[in-house]
C-alpha cells in the first residue's frame, strides 16, 4: 500500500490565466508603424531628457540682451548659433526646450507611478474584500471626482506652495481614481476564478493572493492608463507652469515658455510655438503609445 503524505495530498492551484504571450506585444506594437513612430519620438525626447547638458548648445538661463528675439536660423536675422531663435531675455530657445523636456517627462512618470500605487492598491482591497470596504472606498473616489482634477491641484499648489515635489504629489493624489475602479472592476471578476478559489483552499493569504495571483493579472491595463496618464500630467504641469504655480521659475519648463511667449506672438512667434508643438508632440506621441498598448492588451488583438 503506497502511503501518501499530506503535503502531497494538497491540489496545487491552477496558474493564474496569462494575458497572452509576452513576444506577442512587441510584435503587435512593430505591426503598428503609427505607433513605432510614437516610440521613436519617445526614444528621442527620452534620449534629449537624459543627455541635455550635452544636448544643448548653450546654458538655457544665459541671458544676452543684445540677442533678444532673434528669429530661428532660417529666416531672416537668424543665426546658427541659436538654431531656434532667441525669447526677450536672449536665452537660447533650443536649450530651453531640450531642458524642458526634463521636466516634463520627470513630472509625468511620477504623478502616473505615485498614482499607479495608490490606485493599484485601492482597486485591489475595494475589489478583493468588497462588502463595507468597497463601498467606503468607492465613496471616497466619487469625492475626488466631484472636483475638477485641475481645479483642486490649483487649489493644493497655490497653498503648499510651487516646487516640483509638490506638483509630482498633488498630480500624483489626484489621479489615482482611474487606477482603482479599473483594477477593481479586473479583480472583481477574477476573484471567483478557480485559481482563486484553488489558492485559498490550500491557504494562501489575503496579502500573497493579492500579490501572486491577482495583481499580474490588472498589469495590462494598469500599463494602457499610467502610459495616458504621464500625457494628462505633463499637460497639467504645463498648464500649473504657465500660470505660475507649477515648479519655481528659475526652472525651464514648457508652460513657463509658453506664458513668457504669448506676449510675443504677434512679432516673434517662435517664443511660444515651439515649446507648444514640444508640448503637443510629447502629449500626442504618449497618446497614440497607450492606444497601441490598449490594442495589444486586448485579447482579441492575438488573434488577428
Known amino acids: 500500500m503506497t502511503v501518501t503524505s499530506p503535503a502531497a495530498a494538497r491540489p496545487a492551484p491552477a496558474r493564474a490565466p496569462s494575458g497572452g504571450s509576452r513576444s506577442a506585444v512587441p510584435r503587435a506594437l512593430l505591426r503598428n508603424k503609427l505607433a513605432v513612430l510614437a516610440l521613436a519620438v519617445l526614444a528621442l525626447l527620452l534620449a534629449a531628457a537624459l543627455f541635455a547638458p550635452l544636448v544643448a548648445p548653450h546654458d538655457p538661463n544665459a541671458q544676452n540682451l543684445l540677442m533678444r528675439l532673434r ?18 531675455l536672449g536665452r537660447d530657445m533650443l536649450s530651453r526646450v531640450v531642458h524642458g523636456s526634463r521636466v516634463s517627462l520627470l513630472v509625468g512618470a511620477g504623478a502616473a507611478l505615485l498614482a499607479g500605487v495608490i490606485g493599484t492598491a485601492v482597486g485591489l482591497v475595494s ?123 528659475e526652472t525651464v519648463t514648457w508652460g513657463s515658455m509658453l506664458s513668457d511667449g504669448q506676449l510675443y506672438l504677434g512679432t516673434s512667434w517662435w517664443a511660444a510655438v ?31
Open 274 to 304: 515651439f515649446p507648444g508643438i514640444a508640448l503637443m508632440l510629447t502629449s500626442l506621441a504618449i497618446n497614440i503609445t497607450g492606444d497601441a498598448l490598449r490594442d495589444v492588451a486586448d485579447p482579441k488583438a492575438y488573434r488577428r
Open 71 to 88: 528669429p530661428p536660423a532660417w529666416q531672416d536675422g537668424g543665426t546658427r548659433a541659436h538654431l531656434l531663435g532667441t525669447d526677450q
Open 127 to 249: 475589489g478583493y474584500f468588497g462588502g463595507w470596504a468597497d463601498r467606503t472606498l468607492m465613496r471616497l473616489a466619487d469625492v475626488q471626482l466631484a472636483f475638477p482634477s485641475l481645479l483642486l491641484a490649483l487649489a493644493v499648489v497655490g497653498f503648499l506652495g510651487s516646487g516640483l515635489g509638490y506638483v509630482i504629489l498633488v498630480l500624483g493624489f489626484t489621479g489615482w481614481v482611474s487606477y482603482a475602479r479599473v483594477v477593481r472592476s479586473e479583480v472583481m471578476s477574477l476573484r471567483t476564478r478557480d485559481f482563486v478559489t484553488e489558492a485559498r483552499a490550500i491557504g494562501v493569504t489575503d496579502i500573497t493572493l493579492m500579490r501572486r495571483h491577482l495583481l499580474p493579472n490588472v498589469m495590462a491595463p494598469l500599463a494602457t492608463i499610467g502610459t495616458l496618464h504621464v500625457a494628462a500630467a505633463i499637460v497639467a504641469e504645463a498648464s500649473l507652469s504657465y500660470l505660475g504655480l507649477g515648479v519655481p521659475k
